[in-house]
């Protein structure tokens, strides 16, 4: 019944599952580490900022803000 409403790609984390809290936390953990994942990616990006003189303050302005966003959505 609950994987009636479940993504596709969802499915095959949930399927051997045999109560709703074993599939709440099987979905709960692989959305952890997918976070993790991003947050791994905001740090590099974080870290290969560079600013020069010949660069336009606003453009790194932009890229600090972006990363902001990245951040908060997580």
């Known amino acids: ?3 009636d409403v479940m993504k596709d790609h969802l499915i095959p984390h ?3 599952k045999k109560i709703v809290k074993e599939m709440f936390y099987s979905l709960a953990s692989l959305h952890h580490s997918e976070n993790n994942n991003r947050k791994m990616i905001i740090w590099s990006k974080i870290r290969s900022i560079e ?3 010949l660069d336009p303050i606003i ?3 932009l890229k600090i803000m972006q990363i902001h966003e990245q951040v908060a959505t997580i």
């Open 1 to 3: 019944m609950a994987l």
């Open 59 to 61: 453009s790194h302005l």
């Open 14 to 16: 949930t399927s051997e």
């Open 51 to 53: 600013i020069t003189k």
